[in-house]
């Protein structure tokens, strides 16, 4: 039974070492550099049809709600600081 598990162990590892090895299709610039785009999508999104344009006032969307959680996190900091409780609804008090 030991043997028969250490063999199978092996032909195991061997199997993994070899699939680990096998295919390397890629043209690496440089060690982990590997991207290549799909056939049939240019090399440069930026231009092309499938360039996403994006909006801008939709990209600062979430630096305006961060501004706003830490306008209301000092206000919650001032109020525990002043009363020594903690209120998670401010504008309520």
Request: aromatic content about 8%.
């Amino acid at each position: 039974m030991n043997k028969l598990i250490s063999i199978s162990m092996m032909i195991l590892a061997s199997v993994m070492s070899f699939s680990a090895s096998a295919y390397d299709g890629t043209n690496c610039k440089e060690p982990g550099v590997c991207w290549e785009p799909k056939p049939g999508f240019p090399a440069q999104v930026a231009g092309s049809k499938y360039d996403p344009k994006h909006d801008a006032n939709e990209l600062n969307k979430q630096a305006q709600s961060i501004k706003e959680m830490e306008a209301r996190n000092e206000k919650r900091t001032k109020h525990l600081i002043e009363t020594g409780k903690f209120v998670y609804e401010i504008e309520e008090n």
